[in-house]
């Protein structure tokens, strides 16, 4: 049974979406997302082509939360190696954390509920622990301020300094309940007559409680997000994995009925991309440059349910940052309401059964580039800025200069696109649109869609809906990133993960380019993150992490059904996708990382060991012909390569968000990984 005040569910049939044009500059209708509520219609995301983008140098992470700790459990190591980089860091919670009042600690009798005082001592935490994430004494004082927002709201806002390193922490403060002690932030997503009222923590600055309304809380966030620019935004997941489990077994959880994640979560998600919308909508419709920004949107409680992915020595370090933020009773902190949240103190996020703080899962893995090389030898980059499709175009072969990038409009999208290239040479594109999005009743969708090109190297057709798997739009919403491929009898096959977490396809025909109808393939469950390869004899593979082992899709023969296969139960079990590629005597090799260790597996018909290539992330595998080059991530978090010939680590240029890109078709035959900065800028490292 689903709960019916998750966010965002809503028993209304999809509708099939046109999307607007293409880079040619043809136009085509659109249907844009439903934000705000329907009671009054607010600007809407223009999927058409050619606006100008923002470009800054100035990087900034900005991060949309539930509640305090969110970050630490869910977005490190990756906020960590921002801020370890020298990234300015804004840390927005929509929520007051304050639960039930009760502070527990462990061992001790149940103090009596103080919803204030619980408050105030985990906003302590958090300042204890990014004190220490900036490498200074956990007690440093902050500065505290009132932060004027639209609308005449206010929040409480604490700063810390080290030399032209910054975190700000902003506390929206929203109770986490309403009156009638229905779950605050959901409750607000959903009903329209809602004023959910803020709660003040002891010791603020701020001495009067507030309230929002939905409309205001998207527009205060809206704000928040024109006001300091991020070019890096955080979400937690918008649209949570299903999850049937039993009533005692959802609450000992603490997930919502129906889905692998805590409510306020899903909620929090929502709310974030709505103002992200929205902030693009606002800009567009001033007249004003796209804002540049990428998204990284990350999973929740999600981490239950999967083989753990982070090795010993980074799950160390992901956890030593709760430990100040759990704090002691016993501590001087100067803050008399406490000292953190002690439940999570000392070494219970270890300990923990849930294993939240073992892995750290990206809503959208995959690269964040998708690469090719031009006739004229220079690189060709296509990813997500702005929530919109964009080209980047090296200034001249080999230089690792990019010019400014071509708005190719598809928006709003998710952070990763898919590709594949048609016989003829035509470039495709596939994306997951956020067809609408809003609370209140309105729609909420998501779609995949197609730029297609005209011709080789030629402009883009329009954009193209290809629908979805699932029937309904609730379903809907659970998708995963698409991955395609193109055989050698000129037909493409598209992949996405689908809302029952197995695995369906639609193909182009290679003469009508027409396409199929989506079809399961059958099969168990899976993780995203597809990794779709060509065998020498043709035949289309796909690889996909399951609970127990690699998940393999594949042919009978060229010209059939790619279907389910016997999973790889004879090898570990995979934290990530297997990086997969074709071996002359037709069969095809599988590097991972096993869950929990850094240690690689190869699989392979000959059965030699794996290369020495320690780290954590997915690894990516690509052929050339000195040998398998396997792309990857240290324990330190620097992007890795390793050849036949040699390693090499990137040690220079900005700190590698999440989805480095390899690529092996540069005129010189030498491997180049592309990537994108905290300033949401990509770079090209040739190792």
Wanted: net charge positive; hydrophobic share 35%; aromatic share 6%.
């Amino acid at each position: 049974m689903v709960d019916r005040s998750v966010p965002g569910r809503i028993p209304m049939p999809r509708r099939t979406l046109l999307l607007a044009a293409g880079a040619a500059g043809t136009a085509a209708a659109t249907a844009g997302c439903a934000v705000p509520a329907p009671r009054r219609r607010g600007p809407v995301a223009d999927p058409a082509p050619g606006l100008a983008i923002a470009s800054t140098r100035r990087a900034l992470v900005l991060q949309l939360l539930a509640h305090p700790d969110d970050d630490l459990y869910f977005m490190n190591p990756d906020t960590r190696e921002a801020l370890d980089a020298g990234t300015p860091l804004v840390c927005v919670y929509l929520t007051a954390g304050e639960a039930d009042g009760v502070n527990k600690i462990p061992g001790a009798p149940r103090p009596a509920p103080d919803r204030a005082a619980y408050s105030s001592s985990r906003h302590q935490g958090l300042r204890q622990a990014y004190a220490e994430l900036l490498g200074l004494d956990r007690f440093t004082p902050w500065q505290k301020s009132v932060a004027a927002l639209p609308g005449g709201h206010r929040a409480e806002r604490n700063v810390l300094t080290d030399g032209v390193r910054r975190v700000e922490l902003v506390f929206l403060n929203t109770a986490m309940h309403t009156g009638r002690g229905r779950p605050g932030l959901p409750s607000l997503w959903r009903d329209r007559r809602l004023v959910l009222r803020t709660v003040v923590a002891d010791d603020s600055p701020l001495t009067r409680a507030g309230s929002y309304t939905y409309e205001s809380l998207i527009d205060v966030l809206t704000g928040l997000l024109e006001q300091y620019r991020p070019t890096v935004v955080h979400t937690l997941d918008p649209d949570p994995d299903l999850q049937f489990s039993s009533e005692y077994e959802r609450r000992r959880d603490s997930e919502q009925r129906g889905y692998s994640d805590h409510a306020d979560h899903t909620a929090a998600g929502c709310f974030a991309w709505a103002a992200l919308i929205r902030w693009v909508a606002r800009a567009t419709g001033r007249g004003e440059p796209v804002p540049g920004f990428v998204v990284a949107s990350f999973r929740g409680y999600y981490n239950r349910h999967w083989p753990k992915n982070l090795p010993p020595a980074v799950l160390e370090r992901k956890a030593a940052h709760l430990v100040p933020y759990g704090g002691a009773p016993d501590w001087e902190c100067g803050n008399p309401s406490g000292c953190g949240d002690y439940n999570v103190g000392g070494d219970r996020p270890l300990t923990n059964r849930k294993g939240w703080v073992r892995s750290t899962h990206h809503r959208y893995p995959g690269p964040r580039a998708q690469v090719a090389t031009g006739a004229d030898g220079r690189l060709t980059a296509y990813g997500v800025l702005g929530l919109r499709a964009v080209r980047w175009r090296e200034s001249a072969p080999g230089s690792g200069v990019w010019d400014a990038p071509d708005d190719l409009g598809g928006g709003p999208l998710a952070p990763v696109l898919g590709a594949a290239v048609t016989a003829d040479g035509r470039q495709l594109l596939f994306g997951l649109r956020f067809a609408a999005l809003g609370g209140h009743g309105a729609d909420n969708e998501r779609e995949i869609v197609l730029l297609e090109q005209r011709s080789p190297g030629g402009p883009f057709r329009a954009w193209q809906g290809l629908g979805n798997p699932a029937t309904g739009p609730d379903h809907g919403r659970r998708i995963g990133s698409p991955v395609a491929v193109t055989a050698p009898d000129g037909r493409v096959h598209l992949f996405v993960r689908n809302a029952e977490k197995g695995l369906s396809t639609r193909v182009r025909d290679a003469v009508t380019g027409r396409w199929s109808g989506w079809r399961d393939t059958g099969g168990g469950e899976i993780q995203d993150g597809l990794t779709a390869v060509v065998d020498t004899a043709g035949h289309v593979h796909v690889y996909a992490a399951g609970h127990h082992a690699v998940h393999h899709w594949t042919q009978d023969a060229p010209d059939t059904d790619v279907t389910a296969r016997t999973q790889l139960t004879g090898s570990p079990a995979p934290a990530h996708a297997p990086g997969a590629l074709p071996s002359p005597d037709g069969s095809v090799e599988l590097y991972y990382r096993p869950a929990a260790r850094e240690q690689l597996v190869a699989v392979r018909a000959d059965a030699a060991p794996a290369p020495r290539f320690g780290g954590y992330g997915p690894v990516t595998a690509a052929a050339s012909p000195g040998g398998p080059v396997l792309l990857g991530r240290s324990a330190e978090g620097r992007i890795q390569v390793r050849t036949a010939e040699k390693a090499a680590v990137r040690s220079r240029g900005p700190v590698a968000l999440d989805g480095a890109a390899l690529h092996l078709g540069s005129a010189d035959g030498r491997p180049v990984v592309v990537g994108f900065g905290p300033d949401a800028a990509p770079w090209a490292w040739r190792p």
